[in-house]
């Protein structure tokens, strides 16, 4: 699984959802869908951008929401790299189908009580299942027992929400590269580890790029809880996926 | 044609759905046009005199009563919606779920601030008259079949009352993307 991708000057052809389009080799179809301003859901991949403090894209795919139909095969668009003449399928009924199933799945797993979440409305997962119509989850909930973790003075970790997507792992470090949070145990039992050392000592700016690159609720920024009213939040008004357009080439075909 | 028969229940819920319901405002004359009114607190019905079309069940089941309540409706009903979120995952109340039943009774009865003192005999609620407390709260959906569900917390009255005039005009529900919500 990639996690950071190099791209060369290689230009390949392939198609997604029948619309013939340009991309470079090394680059995954996710990223060449996003340049072309097609939208794949993601809940772990994210592109890289001044909002974010990213300096290069991730895709630890570990959600699986990215799931397209490549050649007939389903495969993950963030670590799929292209390949010239490629035929990808993505915004299908089947696979929008498949989608909302994960988006259930992971609902049922955790413990999301979205009335009671700060990041309510600007909440990737939450989202998605706006996107995809989710009135309620057709499996039983697991009410799984998590831990919160508000020791920190600035980030409060719930797990109860955390989705394991790895985003936190792979973006939030120091300025010499220590990782602040991290995986343990597997299986079942996975979770994220926060370094609290590290963490207590985590500037404003940090706390708010945690927050701000969790896609669901579980990195919380302490006492900045509903700063935006109701009606302003980021997925109040349209789906998530409405607004696509490459963030570093404003929408700019390659 | 017969008027559908619509019922409402309240469970474990704060009673946000109904007063959510009641923000239709004067819609609600439209609605009396179509429909007749069965067991609801709303109208202080609290029997099935008849057979019902319609039940808006609002609340998760936390006691032995919520878990007789709702087999009763679904009984006595064509057609059950799980209306909000305590309906659909158990919601607020359900935040209990992973916290011993014997730790909430404490922490309510014995040790919380405004119990402490005014309870010297350390006392928890034990008459028989009283519902049991279950393990655990659980969605209306894991103790009878929903047929359908209106999230939300509660649900925007907009959302509650283009699914209710679906369900009895037999039309297609217009749901605009605004009225759908967790929250």
Not at chain 1, 53 to 78: E, H, W, Y
Request: aromatic share 6%.
């Amino acid at each position: 699984m990639s996690e950071t991708i190099e791209t060369s000057s290689e230009t390949i052809t392939l198609t997604i959802d029948g619309q013939e389009i340009q991309a470079k080799a090394g680059q995954t179809i996710l990223q060449a869908a996003q340049k072309n301003g097609i939208y794949i859901p993601t809940l772990c991949a994210l592109h890289a951008s001044k909002e974010n403090g990213l300096k290069s894209d991730i895709a630890p795919g570990t959600c699986r929401i990215c799931t397209v139909r490549v050649n007939g095969r389903t495969m993950a668009a963030c670590t799929t790299p292209v390949a010239q003449d490629y035929i990808v399928e993505n915004d299908t009924e089947e696979l929008n189908d498949l989608r909302k199933t994960i988006v259930e799945l992971l609902f049922v797993e955790g413990n999301h009580f979205c009335p009671s979440c700060e990041k309510s409305g600007s909440c990737d997962l939450q989202a998605l299942a706006y996107r995809y119509q989710m009135l309620s989850p057709r499996f039983h909930y697991a009410f799984s027992s998590r831990e919160v973790n508000a020791e920190s003075p600035k980030l409060l970790f719930d797990r109860n929400r955390c989705i394991l997507c790895r985003r936190c792992v792979l973006a939030i470090t120091t300025e010499d590269g220590k990782q602040l949070f991290g995986f343990t145990k597997r299986g079942d039992k996975s979770g994220i580890i926060m370094d609290e050392e590290l963490v207590k000592n985590i500037s404003e700016e940090q706390a708010q790029q945690a927050m701000h690159i969790c896609p669901v609720g579980a990195i919380i920024r302490k006492e900045k809880g509903f700063d935006t009213p109701f009606g302003q939040r980021k997925y109040d008004h349209n789906p998530i996926g409405s607004e696509t357009v490459c963030t570093t080439c404003n929408g700019e075909k390659s | 044609m017969k008027k559908p028969i619509i019922a409402t229940a309240s469970l474990a819920g704060c009673f946000g759905c109904h007063m959510s319901f009641l923000d239709i405002d004067e819609r609600i004359l439209d609605l009396v046009e179509l429909v007749h009114w069965g067991k609801s607190p709303i109208n202080d019905i609290k029997t099935f005199e008849q057979d019902c079309d319609i039940a808006l069940i609002e609340g998760g089941c936390c006691n032995d009563e919520h878990i007789h309540t709702l087999r009763d409706f679904r009984k006595h009903c064509r057609i059950l919606v799980a209306v909000g979120e305590c309906a659909i995952m158990g919601g607020l109340p359900a935040m209990r779920n992973n916290i011993p039943i014997q730790e909430c009774l404490e922490e309510a009865y014995l040790n919380s601030p405004s119990t402490a003192q005014a309870n010297p005999e350390r006392i928890l609620p034990n008459d028989a008259e009283l519902p049991a407390l279950l393990d655990k709260v659980y969605p209306c959906h894991e103790i009878v079949k929903m047929d359908y569900f209106l999230p939300g917390c509660p649900p925007r009255a907009d959302l509650i009352y283009g699914a209710l005039t679906a369900l009895v005009t037999g039309q297609e529900a217009k749901l605009p993307y605004e009225v759908i919500k967790f929250d």
